[in-house]
């Protein structure tokens, strides 16, 4: 059964930094696009950013763009993001996601990637706060 799994999640105050990793068991990712949703309480759950299999690619949503980048390291099958200048609003359960390895060249636009209904694996999620 494949799994992701994110780590890196935590405590932090405003204007700090995080870095969370979701690594893949089992299976090599290495075509497959990914990307890191959150869900705060009461909220819907939101795109936050997103990668192509190739790396190539990045888009972000407007509210993290400046402030967070995703990357990737196929050699290590893992998905990074680097979130900077935190705010109390990004506080939320961060979820990674990625696409069937075979799929990974289905995805053309930020339509696409935002749509968590492209994405067959996610992760159990990352619980991140933000204290102001």
């Known amino acids: 059964q494949v799994q992701l799994v994110e780590s890196g999640g935590g405590l932090v105050q405003a204007g700090g930094s995080l870095r969370l990793s979701c690594a893949a068991s089992?299976?090599?990712?290495?075509?497959?696009?990914k990307g890191w949703f959150r869900q705060a309480p009461g909220k819907e759950r939101e795109f936050v950013a997103a990668?192509?299999?190739?790396?190539?690619?990045?888009y972000y949503a407007d509210s993290v763009k400046g402030r967070f980048t995703i990357s990737r390291d196929n050699a290590k099958n893992t998905m990074y993001l680097q979130m900077n200048s935190l705010k109390p609003e990004d506080t939320a359960v961060y979820y990674c996601?990625?696409?069937?390895?075979?799929?990974?060249?289905?995805?053309?636009?930020?339509?696409?990637?935002?749509?968590?209904?492209?994405?067959?694996?996610w992760g159990q999620g990352t619980q991140v706060t933000v204290s102001s």
């Open positions: 996601a990625a696409s069937r390895d075979d799929e990974g060249t289905y995805c053309s636009g930020y339509g696409c990637y935002e749509n968590h209904n492209k994405y067959h694996y």
């Open positions: 990668i192509s299999w190739s790396g190539g690619s990045t």
């Open positions: 089992e299976r090599t990712f290495s075509s497959a696009f």
